[in-house]
């Protein structure tokens, strides 16, 4: 049970650069600096302006959120406090901890939010209404 995570346990984690006069490249390798390994990488793309993505808590489920292109912004929810995390670089990653609801919005144009994930899809796994989500925070 993640009843008691808090937005505070949420942190932006630099995956750092390799630099080379060919460009950069950053990498995200398990064991190697990250909180969990990653099970699962999906990514958020063509998003129209103005769009809010997220709207909901997983239970169990980790992740870390790349703006791998352009820029947004993450509002992590506790059911008590509320963060905002702005991302606009592809080396550093905002770790969210399971039990929190979050929204991505103010989308660059052409922006791609790149997710590492601790687990597979499952729909079992998401709290899609917030009411519930507060009930759940409160037990
Ligand atoms: P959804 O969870 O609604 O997107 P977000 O919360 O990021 O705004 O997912 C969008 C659609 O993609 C929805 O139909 C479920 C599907 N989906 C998968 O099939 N597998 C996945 O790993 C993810 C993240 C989503």
Not at 98 to 112: D, H, K, T, V, Y
Request: hydrophobic content about 35%; some cysteine; proline content about 3%.
């Amino acid at each position: 049970m993640f009843t008691n995570s808090t937005v505070f346990d949420c942190s932006v984690i630099d995956l750092s650069i390799v630099h080379s006069n060919r460009g950069n490249t950053t990498v995200a390798e398990n064991g190697r600096g990250i909180p969990f390994d990653i099970r699962r990488v999906y990514y958020l793309y063509d998003i129209p302006g103005g769009e809010v993505r997220g709207g909901h808590a997983h239970f169990e489920l980790e992740q870390l959120v790349v703006a791998a292109s352009g820029s947004f912004d993450v509002v992590l929810d506790d059911g008590r406090f509320k963060k905002r995390v702005s991302l606009n670089r592809p080396h550093l990653a905002l770790h969210i901890v399971p039990g929190l609801w979050r929204e991505l919005e103010n989308f660059s144009s052409g922006s791609i939010s790149m997710v590492l994930a601790s687990d597979k899809y499952d729909e079992k796994d998401y709290i899609r209404d917030y009411d519930k989500f507060i009930n759940y925070k409160s037990l």
